[in-house]
C-alpha cells in the first residue's frame, strides 16, 4: 500500500457522509469546502522531508498506518476516572471530547459568565452552521494536507465565543481523549475560541489517550482575538507512545490584544505542534512558550510562524528541550516582519539539553525582515549537562541518578514556573520531574 | 569521439569539430579563439583541447556535465532573478586582453571617480581599465620575482592549466575531493567547463613567506566566469591566501560559478580571504553579476585549521556558503563575513560547518548590512555528528538595516547529533542605531560620515581578521558602497 | 550668546516644554535644576537637534537661528552637549572618534585638519584635565565604560573639541564622590570668558563643585525661577515645593 493512498481510504468512508445537508440546514458550503480541501490533499499529497518546514520530520511512519476516521458516540473504556488522571480537573467549565467528539456525560459547563458561549462545533453545526463558514469554508492548501485533513474531516470540537468585555475567570479546559478498538483511528478535533473585543479567558487544551492504542489525533485549533482581547492558552500533550499528534494552532490577534500559548509536550511516538500567529492589528502581543521532552524513539516537532503584518507589535518565544534516549526534537521558528511593520520587537529563542548518545536536536529559528524599524533577535544552544554542577551535587550526597535528575529539572522549572495556574502547574511539576528524577534513567543505565 | 591529442594549437580534431559546430549554425573563428555560444560535449571536449589536458580531466569534465544536465537550479536560496540562459554563454574564450583603451580618460567617470575614492594608485587602475601601458611589463618582473621567492621554499602558485601541465598527480589527487563534481548544480557546471584559476601547494612544514595576495592581486584582472581554485597544505604547513580586490570590476559576464576547494593535512592551516567588488548593477537593479561559488575546505588532518574571511560589497546577486568539513579530531574552521547589500542587490550567504571529528570547533562571525533595497541573507548550517564527541560551535550573526525598503534574513540550521556537542547561537537584527547617529552629529560629524563610522565599528570584529592593508582597503570600500544610502 | 524665547516643544502631541525663556550671555555658567520630568533634558535635546520634536518658539545663537541648523552643524557653531546616558559605538575607537569629530568642525569651520601626530599630543594633554589614562582611547567609544569613565569621557570631548557653549546633562548622576569632583575640576578648568555653560542637574551637590553665576528652577516644561547661587541652596533646603514664586511667568500647574 502506497503511503498516499491511505488516508484517502479513511477519507473514503466519510466521504458517504458529506450530504450537501445535515439537519435541514442547507450545508452546501460545507460539502463543497471539505471535496476541495479532499482534492487539494489528492493533487498535493503530503508534505515530504523535501518540505522546508518539514525538513526534519518523517511522516513515513503516520502515513504506514491505515487510519480510519473516528466516528461518533463514547468509547467503551473511556471512564471519569481514567479522564481526571488524563487532566487534572481544574474545577471549572470542562469540555470533554472522546475520538474527538463531544461526551456530555463526562463534561461540566457550570461557572460562565452571561457573556460566554461555550459549547461544540457539533451542535453549532447543527443549530447555525453559517457562523463557522469563515472558519470551515475557508480554502484549504495555505499550509499543508494535515490541515485540509482536518477540514474534511472536523465534525466536533469546542466552540468558544467570548461576547464584548466577557471575562471568564475559570480556565476552560478542553479534554481530548482517544481509544481504539483495536482499529487505528483519525481523530480531527476542530475547535474555535472567538474572543471580542476587551474579553478575557484562559484555556487549557489537554490530549491523552489509552496506553498501548494506535491513533492519530489531527487537530485544528484557531483563536481570533479583537482589539482588546487576552487569552492565555495551555497545551498538554500526553498522548500514548503509540499514537501520533499532529496540531495547528492558527492565531488572528487585533490592536492590542494578547495571545501567550505555553505548551507542554511529553507523548506521542511523532507529534508536531504547529503555531501561526497573524499580528494584524498594531500593539498586539504575543508569547509563545514549550517545553519538549521526547525519549525512547520519540520525535518531537515545534513549528512556528509568527507574522507581523501590524505595526509596533511584540513577539517573544521560548522553548527548551530536553532529549534522551533515540528522542528527537525540532525547533523550527519563524518570524517574518512584512514591510510597514515598524516598531517591531520580536526575539526567539530555543535552548536544547541533550541526555543521551543518540538524542538528536536540530533548531531552526528564523528571522525574515522587510522594514528597519525593528528589534529582532534570536538564539538557539545546544548543550549537554554541566559537569562541574554535577560534581558539586554529588560532592554534597547526591547520588548521580538524583544529582542528573535535579539538574535536567532546573532546566525546564523555569518553563513550568511560567505556568500560571496553580493546580495545573503542580500537576505538570510532577509529570516534568517523575520523568526526570527517577525512571527514565534508572532504566538507561 | 576521443580526446585530442596532446599537441597545442589547432588539432584536426578540433577543426572538425569547429565546422561542425558551424553546421549547427554557429560561427566560430579558431584564430580569434572564442568558442561558439552554448554548452555541448563538444564544447568541453573543445576547451580541454584548448587547454591540452589530460584524458582523465576531460572524462571529469564530461561526468560533470553528463551530470549536470540532469539538474535543474536551485530555487531555494531567498534571492530572485530571471532564468539564466546556459546555452547563450560563451565557455571559452582565450584570456589575453580584448578590448584596451589607450589612456585613462576613456575610461567612464563614474568608474574613475570610485578609483579615487578608494584610493587606488594611478597605474592600478590603468591596469585594472585595461589601458595599454608599460606597466604591465613592470607587474610580469614583479611576478617573477615573487615567484622565485616562492619557489626555493617549494610552494607551488600557479595558474589551474599550468599546475595541471606541470602537476597532473597533486591535481587529479585533489581536485574535486572536497567540492565533488556532482555537489550542486553550479559546482558541478564549473567542473564542466571551468577555464582557470589558481593552485597552490605548500609542502610540509612550509610557512609560506608572503601573503599570496599580492601576486594574485598583479594577475587577478581576467578571472574569467568559471573559475577554479585549489591550494593544498601539507603537514604543519600554512598559507595566508587573498582573493579578489577592492577595486570594481565590471564584467560582461554576468554568471560567475567559481569553485574553491582547500585542503588542510594534519597541523596545516589556511587563511583565506575573499574581497567581493564585482559589479553589482545599476539603481534599478540592471546588470549586475551574478556571483553563485562552491567554496569548502576539508580540515583532514588532526588539528588543521582552516579559516575564511570574506568581505562582499559587490554583485547583483552573490550566493555562498564557504565551509569546513572539519574531520581531523581538534581541526578548527572559522568564518568571518561582511555582507553588505544597497541598491537592489541580493546576497544568500553564510557558512557550512560539518563537525566529524573529535574535539572540533568552529566560530561563525556573520555581519549584514542591508541598505536600499537590499536583501541580504544569513543561511548556515552547522551540522555536529554522531562521531563528533566534544565538538563545539559559536555562532554570532547581526544585521543592520537601513531604509525602509531594506531586509535582513537569518536562517540557520542547526543539527546535532552528539550530546556532548555545544552550539550556540546567536543573531539580532536592528536599525542603525539613531542614538548613535545623533551623538556622532552632535560632535560635528556630518551624517554619511556618522553612517560610515558606525557601520566600520559593527564590522570590526571582521575586518581585524584581514591582512592589514586589506583590512584598511575593505573599510574605504564599505564607505564607498554606503554612498548615497542614506537620507 | 543663546536667547532662548517662547521655546515649546511636543512629543507625540505631548507638550513638554511650555514657553521657555532663557538669556545666556557669553563666559557665564547657568544652571537648571527641576524635579524629574520637568523638562530639562527635552531642553537640552532641542537645543542640539534631536529629532522627534514638535518645536515653536526661538532659539537665537550668535545672532543665528539655531533651531534651523543640523545637529552637526550646531556642533561646528559651537555646541556642544555632554549627554546624560552617553551611548556605546562598538567597534568605532574612541581616538579615532574624537580625531573625526575635531577634524569635521575644523573642516566646517575652513581650519586645517589636524594629523595623526598633532591629534595625539592634543588628546594627551586634555587627557589629564579628567585624569584619564592612553587606554580609554584605545577602546571603542563609551563601550564597557563605567557610568564615571562615560563622563569623564564626555568631559574630555568637550576639552578636545572647545566649544562655545556647552550644555551640560545631568553629568553628576551616577558619579561617585571622587569621580564627581574629577569630572567637576576638568569642568572648571574649561570655563573661560568666551565659553558659556549651561549646567542642568537635579542635584545641588554638582553646583557646590561648579559654582553658578544663575541658578534657573524649571518646573512643568516652564522657567518658574531665577535666581543667583543662593537659590540652589534655597531648594536644597526647602525642597522644590516649597518655593514662593518670584516670576510673573509661573504656571498653573506649579
Given at each position: 500500500m502506497t503511503a498516499e493512498k491511505v488516508p484517502v481510504r479513511a477519507a473514503g468512508g466519510v466521504l458517504a457522509d458529506l450530504s450537501p445537508k445535515r439537519d435541514g440546514h442547507d450545508l452546501g458550503w460545507l460539502a463543497e469546502a471539505r471535496l476541495n480541501a479532499l482534492e487539494w490533499v489528492g493533487k498535493n499529497g503530503f508534505p515530504s522531508r523535501k518540505d522546508e518546514d518539514w525538513k526534519y520530520t518523517a511522516l513515513d511512519e503516520i502515513l504506514a498506518v491505515p487510519f480510519v476516521a473516528a466516528g461518533a458516540g463514547p468509547g467503551r473504556r473511556a471512564t471519569l476516572d481514567l479522564i481526571n488522571k488524563a487532566a487534572?480537573?481544574?474545577?471549572?467549565?470542562?469540555?470533554?471530547?472522546?475520538?474527538?467528539?463531544?461526551?456530555?456525560?463526562?463534561?461540566?459547563?457550570?461557572?460562565?459568565?452571561?457573556?460566554?458561549?461555550?459549547?461544540?462545533?457539533?451542535?453549532?453545526?447543527?443549530?447555525?452552521?453559517?457562523?463557522?463558514?469563515p472558519f470551515l469554508g475557508h480554502t484549504p492548501g495555505e499550509h499543508h494536507a494535515?490541515?485540509?485533513?482536518?477540514?474534511?474531516?472536523?465534525?466536533?470540537?469546542?466552540?468558544?465565543?467570548?461576547?464584548?468585555?466577557?471575562?471568564?475567570?475559570?480556565?476552560?479546559?478542553?479534554v481530548f481523549f482517544s481509544e481504539t478498538e483495536g482499529v487505528p483511528l483519525m481523530t480531527s478535533p476542530r475547535s474555535v475560541i472567538i474572543a471580542d473585543s476587551g474579553s478575557r479567558a484562559t484555556i487549557v487544551e489537554t490530549y491523552a489517550g489509552f496506553p498501548g492504542d494506535v491513533y492519530c489525533t489531527n487537530v485544528v485549533t484557531e483563536v481570533v482575538l479583537a482589539e482588546n482581547a487576552r487569552i492565555e492558552h495551555y497545551k498538554v500533550q500526553n498522548e500514548p507512545t503509540t499514537a501520533f499528534h499532529l496540531a495547528l494552532l492558527e492565531v488572528r490577534q487585533a490592536r492590542n490584544s494578547q495571545f501567550a500559548s505555553r505548551s507542554v509536550m511529553l507523548g506521542s511516538s511523532v507529534a508536531r505542534h504547529e503555531i501561526r500567529v497573524l499580528l494584524g492589528g498594531v500593539e498586539a502581543e504575543v508569547s509563545l512558550d514549550g517545553i519538549y521532552l521526547p525519549q525512547g524513539e520519540q520525535v518531537h516537532d515545534n513549528t512556528i510562524f509568527v507574522d507581523h503584518v501590524a505595526a509596533n507589535c511584540t513577539s517573544h518565544q521560548l522553548y527548551k528541550g530536553v532529549l534522551d534516549d533515540h528522542g528527537h526534537g525540532v525547533f523550527n521558528g519563524h518570524i517574518m516582519v512584512r514591510h510597514g511593520a515598524d516598531g517591531t520587537d520580536a526575539n526567539q529563542k530555543n535552548k536544547n539539553l541533550l541526555l543521551s548518545d543518540r538524542a538528536q536536536v536540530d533548531t531552526r529559528p528564523r528571522l525574515e525582515?522587510?522594514?528597519?524599524?525593528?528589534?529582532?533577535?534570536?538564539?538557539?544552544?545546544?548543550?549537554?549537562?554541566?559537569?562541574?554542577?554535577?560534581?558539586?551535587?554529588?560532592?554534597?550526597?547526591?547520588?548521580?541518578?538524583?544529582?542528573?535528575?535535579?539538574?535536567?529539572?532546573?532546566?525546564?522549572?523555569?518553563?513550568?514556573?511560567?505556568?500560571?495556574?496553580?493546580?495545573?502547574?503542580?500537576s505538570l511539576e510532577a509529570l516534568v520531574s517523575t520523568r526526570f528524577g527517577t525512571a527514565a534513567h534508572r532504566a538507561q543505565q | 569521439m576521443s580526446a585530442p591529442t596532446t599537441t597545442v594549437g589547432i588539432s584536426d580534431e578540433v577543426r572538425e569539430l569547429a565546422d561542425q559546430e558551424y553546421q549547427y549554425g554557429f560561427s566560430t573563428d579558431l584564430e580569434t579563439e572564442v568558442a561558439p555560444k552554448g554548452l555541448s560535449e563538444d564544447i568541453i571536449r573543445l576547451i580541454s583541447a584548448k587547454k591540452n589536458e589530460p584524458e582523465w580531466l576531460l572524462d571529469w569534465r564530461l561526468k560533470a556535465y553528463r551530470h549536470w544536465i540532469t539538474l535543474t537550479p536551485p530555487t531555494w536560496q531567498h534571492v530572485s532573478y530571471g532564468p539564466v540562459d546556459y546555452q547563450d554563454i560563451i565557455y571559452y574564450a582565450d584570456p589575453r586582453p580584448k578590448k584596451q583603451v589607450t589612456s585613462m580618460d576613456e575610461v567612464d567617470p563614474e568608474l574613475r571617480a570610485m578609483f579615487d575614492k578608494l584610493g587606488i594608485s594611478l597605474g592600478e587602475q590603468e591596469r585594472l581599465s585595461g589601458v595599454a601601458v608599460d606597466a604591465i611589463v613592470d607587474s610580469v618582473s614583479v611576478a617573477t620575482t615573487f615567484k622565485d621567492k616562492l619557489a626555493e621554499v617549494g610552494v607551488i602558485f600557479c595558474s589551474f592549466s599550468e599546475a595541471v601541465q606541470e602537476h597532473p598527480d597533486l591535481v587529479r589527487k585533489y581536485l574535486g575531493s572536497v567540492v565533488p563534481y556532482n555537489d550542486n548544480f553550479f559546482a558541478c557546471l564549473n567542473s564542466a567547463v571551468f577555464t582557470d584559476g589558481s593552485f597552490c601547494y605548500i609542502p610540509k612544514g612550509v610557512h609560506c613567506p608572503m601573503e599570496l595576495s599580492t601576486y594574485f592581486r598583479i594577475n587577478a584582472?581576467?578571472?574569467?566566469?568559471?573559475?577554479?581554485?585549489?591550494?593544498?597544505?601539507?603537514?604543519?604547513?600554512?598559507?595566508s591566501y587573498l582573493e579578489g580586490c577592492t577595486a570594481p570590476v565590471r564584467d560582461k559576464n554576468q554568471l560567475h560559478a567559481a569553485v574553491v576547494e582547500l585542503v588542510a593535512l594534519e597541523d596545516a592551516q589556511i587563511k583565506y580571504s575573499t574581497v567581493q567588488n564585482w559589479y553589482p548593477g545599476d539603481a534599478d537593479g540592471n546588470g549586475g553579476v551574478y556571483n553563485f561559488v562552491t567554496k569548502r575546505g576539508m580540515a583532514s588532518g588532526k588539528n588543521a585549521k582552516i579559516s575564511w574571511t570574506q568581505v562582499e560589497t559587490g554583485s547583483a546577486i552573490t550566493w555562498k556558503y564557504p565551509g569546513v568539513i572539519l574531520k581531523g579530531d581538534n581541526s578548527v574552521g572559522e568564518f568571518y563575513s561582511v555582507a553588505l547589500t544597497a541598491r537592489r542587490q541580493q546576497a544568500d550567504t553564510g557558512s557550512k560547518m560539518v563537525h566529524i571529528g573529535k574535539n572540533t570547533k568552529s566560530?561563525?562571525?556573520?555581519?549584514?548590512?542591508s541598505a536600499g533595497h537590499g536583501q541580504n541573507t544569513y543561511r548556515g548550517l552547522v551540522d555536529i555528528r554522531h562521531s563528533a564527541v566534544g565538538a563545539r560551535n559559536f555562532t554570532q550573526c547581526d544585521s543592520l538595516l537601513i531604509g525602509k525598503d531594506s531586509g535582513a534574513h537569518t536562517l540557520p540550521y542547526i543539527d546535532v547529533k552528539n550530546q556532548t556537542g555545544q552550539v550556540e547561537h546567536e543573531a539580532s537584527t536592528s536599525k542603525i542605531g539613531e542614538e548613535q547617529l545623533l551623538y556622532c552629529r552632535q560632535r560635528g560629524i556630518p551624517e554619511e560620515e556618522a553612517v560610515s563610522m558606525i557601520v566600520n565599528g559593527f564590522c570590526r570584529e571582521v575586518f581585524k581578521m584581514l591582512p592589514m592593508e586589506f583590512a584598511v582597503e575593505a573599510q574605504k570600500l564599505l564607505t564607498v558602497s554606503l554612498e548615497g544610502s542614506v537620507g | 550668546?543663546?536667547?532662548?524665547?517662547?521655546?515649546?516643544?511636543?512629543?507625540?502631541?505631548?507638550?513638554?516644554?511650555?514657553?521657555?525663556?532663557?538669556?545666556?550671555?557669553?563666559?557665564?555658567?547657568?544652571?537648571?535644576?527641576?524635579?524629574?520630568?520637568?523638562?530639562?533634558?527635552?531642553?537640552?535635546?532641542?537645543?542640539?537637534?534631536?529629532?522627534?520634536?514638535?518645536?515653536?518658539?526661538?532659539?537665537?545663537?550668535?545672532?543665528?537661528?539655531?533651531?534651523?541648523?543640523?545637529?552637526?552643524?550646531?556642533?561646528?557653531?559651537?555646541?556642544?552637549?555632554?549627554?546624560?546616558h552617553p551611548v556605546e559605538i562598538p567597534g568605532v575607537g574612541n581616538m579615532y572618534f574624537m580625531r573625526t569629530a575635531l577634524n569635521s568642525l575644523r573642516r566646517q569651520r575652513g581650519q586645517e585638519e589636524l594629523d595623526a601626530v598633532d591629534f595625539l599630543a592634543l588628546a594627551q594633554e586634555r587627557m589629564k584635565l579628567v585624569e584619564m589614562d592612553q587606554t580609554f582611547m584605545s577602546r571603542s567609544v563609551n563601550e564597557g565604560f563605567s557610568g564615571g569613565e562615560k563622563k569623564r569621557n564626555e568631559i574630555l570631548q568637550m576639552a578636545i573639541l572647545e566649544p562655545k557653549l556647552a550644555i551640560l546633562d545631568e553629568t553628576d548622576s551616577g558619579l561617585d564622590i571622587d569621580a564627581l569632583?574629577?569630572?567637576?575640576?576638568?569642568?572648571?578648568?574649561?570655563?573661560?570668558?568666551?565659553?558659556?555653560?549651561?549646567?542642568?542637574?537635579?542635584?545641588?551637590?554638582?553646583?557646590?563643585?561648579?559654582?553658578?553665576?544663575?541658578?534657573?528652577?524649571?518646573?512643568?516644561?516652564q522657567i518658574v525661577h531665577s535666581g543667583d547661587k543662593d537659590l540652589a541652596l534655597e531648594l536644597e533646603a526647602n525642597g522644590y515645593a516649597g518655593l514662593t514664586p518670584r516670576s510673573a511667568r509661573v504656571g498653573a500647574s506649579v
Open positions: 487534572i480537573d481544574l474545577g471549572g467549565p470542562r469540555l470533554v471530547f472522546v475520538n474527538g467528539h463531544f461526551s456530555p456525560e463526562f463534561s461540566r459547563l457550570t461557572g460562565l459568565p452571561s457573556g460566554a458561549v461555550v459549547t461544540t462545533l457539533a451542535a453549532v453545526l447543527a443549530t447555525s452552521p453559517d457562523r463557522l463558514k494535515f490541515a485540509a485533513f482536518n477540514d474534511v474531516f472536523a465534525e466536533d470540537g469546542a466552540f468558544i465565543h467570548l461576547t464584548n468585555d466577557t471575562i471568564v475567570d475559570d480556565p476552560i479546559q478542553l525582515i522587510y522594514t528597519d524599524d525593528v528589534k529582532c533577535t534570536h538564539g538557539a544552544a545546544v548543550g549537554q549537562m554541566d559537569d562541574e554542577a554535577l560534581l558539586y551535587l554529588r560532592t554534597r550526597g547526591l547520588p548521580l541518578e538524583s544529582a542528573r535528575g535535579l539538574l535536567v529539572y532546573a532546566f525546564v522549572q523555569e518553563m513550568v514556573d511560567r505556568i500560571e495556574l496553580e493546580p495545573l502547574r503542580a | 584582472a581576467d578571472t574569467g566566469q568559471f573559475e577554479r581554485t585549489l591550494i593544498i597544505a601539507e603537514e604543519g604547513a600554512y598559507v566560530t561563525i562571525i556573520s555581519k549584514a548590512i | 550668546m543663546l536667547k532662548i524665547k517662547e521655546l515649546h516643544a511636543s512629543i507625540e502631541n505631548k507638550e513638554i516644554l511650555r514657553g521657555v525663556n532663557l538669556d545666556l550671555k557669553a563666559g557665564e555658567v547657568h544652571a537648571i535644576m527641576g524635579p524629574n520630568g520637568s523638562g530639562k533634558s527635552t531642553l537640552a535635546s532641542v537645543l542640539i537637534g534631536r529629532d522627534g520634536y514638535d518645536v515653536s518658539g526661538s532659539v537665537t545663537y550668535e545672532g543665528q537661528d539655531l533651531l534651523a541648523l543640523s545637529p552637526e552643524e550646531r556642533a561646528a557653531a559651537g555646541v556642544f552637549l555632554a549627554f546624560q569632583r574629577v569630572v567637576a575640576s576638568g569642568v572648571n578648568a574649561l570655563r573661560s570668558e568666551g565659553r558659556t555653560m549651561l549646567v542642568i542637574t537635579h542635584h545641588q551637590r554638582l553646583l557646590d563643585y561648579i559654582v553658578p553665576d544663575f541658578v534657573h528652577v524649571m518646573a512643568a516644561g
